[in-house]
């Protein structure tokens, strides 16, 4: 019979022999004919399921999505991710059947309300980049990182320079960087960090050759700091032929403010799902635009979305130095919807308040922990600040541990270990959507938690203590991944 217990409100799962929750049609086709139409070998004499009443089912599962963390449950100060609330008019504009019920292979005279939406979101995430132009069909942002490579491997082509087959990539850089230059076939060169934080330009000036095909950065960085010499930087890299990629996942702390193709960069990409309004994680759908300089544009993937006499709009595919195909259809489309609607919502002003906020909560933070959680580097940060918790060590607590016990306090817990380069690094992100009330309280959490490490160190270790499970060996969880439904014990 199925249980409730005070410790754990989960249902249990206990079948009762004939208890239902559907009732399914008698069967119209004759049974002995059922293999002959399905075959025999795909019938089964037997199916054990659970046995179980409708509610117990919809309780199950209701309990179930109680358990479930989103944005629209709780802080979600994942660094490095911009898990920020998305407003929800975005949603139900992208919902309207206008834009959610045309199919991508209607004829073009159909679409055209789609296509200028493309276009223009396009034209106004170039002007945000300070670029040229922008293609909205990479996937995702490590896609984006992927079709920026090609297009530099195109861009060397086409001037004869195949030699060029080194990217440098700093130490603090995502992770998907490194994995993207080589999937492209470039050999990798880590980059180190300066004493300040920032690229260490004596290592960049001796790595730089004529070997060098570009030169992959993160501004703000991975450390949520800005490249104060990023001009120079740029300069640096375009004296040895080099190009300069910008990976603009942390654009939230820019936008209005800064823009990367006025700094010298020559390509970078967006993340919609991050900074533009997108519903963020589950898989996707994400959306991972490319702005480009004009040295870059020919070799844009196709189709290509123009302007034909300031009238029509069009998917042009003849285009002789594209790099090709990179996406089935034209992007995401309800992404860029979505994206279109925040960027016209808040006009340059409101985007320009968004990273202005986001950079004030982030800095709000790491003045308040300060004294249980000092920043790895004490200049003003942007949009996140990455904190170290070494100091609690000596009490045998490390960063992980801090992050279960967060858990018990109601909070997501924020990026462990990550930059690499900081010991027992915790990054934290607050984007420009939370109050000071918001904030108030996870520093204090964070705070208490300190306490509590120094008096009771074993209550992190053992945390969280609030869940349906406690520790679980992840490593091995990774390893042995097992989401399928046993009758058995």
């Keep these: 019979m199925s249980r409730y217990t005070h410790q754990n409100p989960l249902l249990i799962e206990g079948s009762v022999p004939g208890r239902r929750g559907v009732r399914t049609a008698t069967l119209d086709v004759p049974a002995h004919s059922l293999g002959d139409m399905l075959g025999a070998e795909n019938l089964r004499r037997e199916l054990p399921m659970p046995e179980l009443s409708e509610l117990d089912v ?12 989103s944005i629209d449950s709780g802080f979600y100060p994942l660094g490095s991710c911009t898990m920020k609330y998305n407003p929800k008019v975005n949603d139900r504009i992208a919902a309207m059947p206008g834009y959610s ?101 004596s290592g960049l000036k001796a790595a730089l050759s004529t070997q060098t095909a ?39 702390a820019l936008l209005g403010i800064a823009r990367p193709g006025d700094m010298g ?37 196709v ?24 996406h089935s259809f034209y992007g995401a489309f309800l992404v860029a919807v979505r994206a279109y609607a925040y960027i016209a919502g808040l006009g340059a002003d409101g985007l320009r308040e968004v990273a202005e906020n986001a950079v004030l909560n982030a800095n709000y933070i790491r003045a308040k922990i300060a004294e249980s959680f000092p920043a790895a ?17 000596r009490h045998g607590v490390k960063a992980l541990d801090v992050s279960k016990r967060l858990i018990d306090y109601g909070f997501h817990p924020p990026t462990n270990y990550f930059p690499l380069t900081v010991p027992e690094a915790l990054m934290i992100e607050p984007t420009e959507t939370e109050s000071k ?22 209550l992190l270790r053992t945390a969280p203590h609030h869940t349906p499970v406690s520790r679980l060996n992840e490593t091995a969880a990774v390893k042995k991944l097992d989401v399928r439904w046993s009758t058995g014990g």
Excluded: W
Excluded at 58 to 69: A, C, E, F, G, P
Excluded at 145 to 156: F, V
Excluded at 446 to 452: A, F, P
């Design 58 to 69: 919809v309780r199950h599962y209701t309990s179930l999505s109680h358990h479930n963390y």
């Design 101 to 201: 019920r045309i199919h991508p292979l209607q004829p073009e005279e159909t679409v055209q309300g789609a296509l200028q939406i493309m276009y223009e979101l396009q034209a106004m995430l170039a002007e945000i980049a300070g670029m040229a132009t922008a293609t909205l069909q990479p996937a995702a942002g490590a896609h984006a990182e992927l079709l920026s490579l090609m297009m530099i491997q195109a861009y060397y082509r086409h001037r004869g320079e195949e030699g060029r087959e080194v990217v440098l990539i700093p130490d603090s850089a995502h992770g998907t960087n490194p994995a993207s230059a080589a999937r492209c076939g470039f050999t990798v060169q880590t980059i180190k960090t300066g004493s300040n934080g920032n690229i260490d330009l």
């Design 214 to 252: 570009a030169l992959m950065l993160t501004n703000p960085s991975t450390l949520g700091l800005f490249e104060t010499r990023i001009a120079e930087i740029c300069e640096l890299a375009h004296q040895r032929g080099a190009l300069v990629y910008c990976d603009g996942a942390n654009m939230n």
């Design 265 to 301: 960069f020559d390509v970078m990409h967006f993340n919609l799902h991050k900074t533009f309004s997108t519903p963020h994680g589950g898989g996707g759908p994400g959306g991972g635009v490319i702005a480009v300089q004009r040295c870059l544009e020919p070799f844009l993937p």
């Design 303 to 326: 189709p290509v979305i123009i302007h034909k006499d300031g009238r029509h709009y069009s998917l042009e595919e003849d285009r002789p130095h594209t790099i090709g195909r990179i």
């Design 377 to 393: 580097f004490p200049q003003t940060c942007m949009h996140e600040v990455v904190v170290s918790a070494g100091g609690l060590r």
């Design 437 to 458: 009330q918001t904030l108030d309280t996870f520093c204090e959490a964070l705070i208490q938690i300190s306490r509590e490490a120094e008096d009771d160190p074993e």
